[in-house]
């Protein structure tokens, strides 16, 4: 079987055919095009401001979001032993594929003079693409080769693109954050090419397990993420409610971080906390306000729901993984399904019950562009009255709030079907022995992929714990199991 030489292979060709359909279809948009002519003229005389252009408007939350996809999933899932080069590797490779393909494939559908725009949002937007690749990631982390992490990364991202285009465009939903689209979308996936890779080797793997140093790296990303999720879900807003955004993700954030250490004490027949619920429970709220960040959903709304993640993300990890590794076959290296899943369907069900209860006399006229579908039809002496006040929203379907609520219901439902779907079907292509499956011993180690030190090179060169060191004696005893079965 080939094996020299694949991998680099398969990635300069990805490359190669996408440099060739950028040079065919993507150019700058007007706002990055020296070639037009507005950026040329003094705006005094006409010309665009450069303070207006979208960069000054976007630059800081687009770095946010950088950090968070780069440094916060990657640190985040270092806390298996031995697989911290993978995690933090695998993390920057994965989303340097995801991001650029998904510029295309975002782009086939709004494509203007027989090209794709390329903007600042684009790349945000690819961005979240590659952030729902990353949680895939986390359900099957330790688990497959580099090459089936690219063919599933492709994979992904054109169903991720599809799906995307039918909840946001199509349905019309309201998703700022992408907990539906992206969380969801995400978990699921990863979860049902688990369940297709599924291994008895998974389960109680000897190297399936974290160390005090790993996870104090994997904290590291919890912060990161924590930090930075407010903008996350801002990103894509403006004005009063990108405001809101901010304010209702971190007083969300802020709850489940409670939330997360009173449960994971309580859960602990001796009051401790468990890192791996610190590690990801408190960010539960973050995902979970995702689909109403820029809602009205006041602030002991937020608090509500960013307590309700953290406690059911816990509770996941305590009682759910083991049992669907136990019972349905699904071994969730990373947890996703109790930080994304969970927290991303309980967004969803906020999102039909903030939709069916949102009117104008909460919103005034900005209504309908929370909700574009809601807006009056064309020509309407409804949408002339609004164009009185504000150019801001265009013509809509004139949907009730009880229809939005449905359609939002329909966009969650349809992710679900679409994600596990499609996960299982990438599942089976990678089992193929051309994309170099994973198991046995090969698992959760990074010597298989990496040049790796001496010293981390076999478990035997681990130091003999000294009593009066309880960090040398910490390092030697697996302290949490990612699938939540140690105690």
């Not at 899932?77 to 975002?106: D, K, P």
């Not at 027949?269 to 709220?285: D, E, I, P, W, Y």
């Amino acid at each position: 079987m080939w094996q020299r030489g694949k991998l680099a292979f398969l990635l300069v060709l990805f490359q190669v055919c996408l440099i060739f359909a950028y040079a065919l279809c993507v150019q700058y948009d007007q706002h990055a095009d020296a070639s037009d002519g507005k950026n040329s003229l003094s705006p005094a005389l006409g010309g665009n401001d450069p303070r207006n252009n979208p960069l000054e408007q976007s630059y800081s939350m687009f770095q946010d979001v950088n950090v968070m996809v780069f440094v916060g999933f990657g640190f985040l899932m270092t806390f298996l032993r031995r697989y911290s080069y993978s995690a933090l590797g695998f993390t920057l490779l994965l989303s340097a594929i995801t991001i650029q393909f998904a510029i295309l494939m975002r782009g086939v559908w709004d494509v203007e003079k027989g090209v794709i725009q390329l903007s600042i949002s684009s790349v945000i937007g690819a961005e979240f693409a590659a952030a729902a690749v990353l949680i895939s990631l986390g359900a099957v982390l330790g688990k497959t080769s580099a090459v089936q992490l690219l063919v599933m990364a492709i994979i992904e991202t054109l169903i991720y693109c599809c799906n995307e285009r039918l909840a946001i465009k199509k349905l019309i939903i309201s998703d700022l954050g992408g907990s539906i689209v992206l969380h969801t979308f995400g978990a699921y996936f990863g979860l049902a090419v688990a369940l297709v890779l599924y291994s008895k080797d998974h389960k109680d793997h000897s190297k399936d397990c974290s160390s005090y140093n790993s996870n104090v790296f994997g904290v590291i990303g919890t912060l990161f993420l924590w930090l930075f999720w407010p903008s996350f879900n801002a990103v894509a807003a403006q004005g009063d409610a990108r405001h809101r955004a901010v304010l209702n993700t971190f007083l969300g954030l802020l709850a489940s971080t409670i939330a997360a250490f009173a449960v994971s004490s309580l859960t602990n027949q001796k009051n401790r906390f468990r890192m791996a619920h610190v590690q990801n429970s408190t960010l539960a709220g973050g995902v979970a306000m995702g689909a109403v960040a820029n809602m009205m959903v006041q602030p002991y709304g937020a608090f509500i729901i960013g307590l309700c993640a953290g406690t059911i993300s816990v509770l996941g990890f305590k009682y759910l993984s083991p049992l669907m590794t136990r019972r349905f076959r699904i071994h969730d290296t990373c947890g996703i399904h109790n930080l994304h899943g969970l927290p991303g369907v309980l967004a969803g069900i906020v999102s039909i019950i903030v939709a069916a209860k949102a009117s104008e006399k909460q919103y005034n006229y900005s209504l309908y562009e929370l909700y574009p579908a809601r807006a009056p039809t064309a020509n309407s002496s409804e949408l002339n009255v609004i164009h009185h006040y504000t150019l801001n929203v265009s013509a809509g379907w004139d949907r009730s709030a009880s229809q939005q609520a449905l359609y939002q219901l329909a966009a969650l439902a349809s992710t679900l079907v679409i994600a596990i779907g499609g996960g299982l079907a990438t599942g089976l292509l990678l089992r193929l022995k051309f994309f170099d499956p994973v198991g046995g011993d090969k698992a959760f180690d990074d010597v298989e992929s990496w040049e790796v030190e001496p010293e981390l090179d076999t478990a035997a060169n681990v130091r003999t714990p000294v009593k009066s060191n309880q960090i040398a004696m910490a390092e030697q005893v697996p302290l949490a199991s990612t699938t939540g079965l140690q105690k």
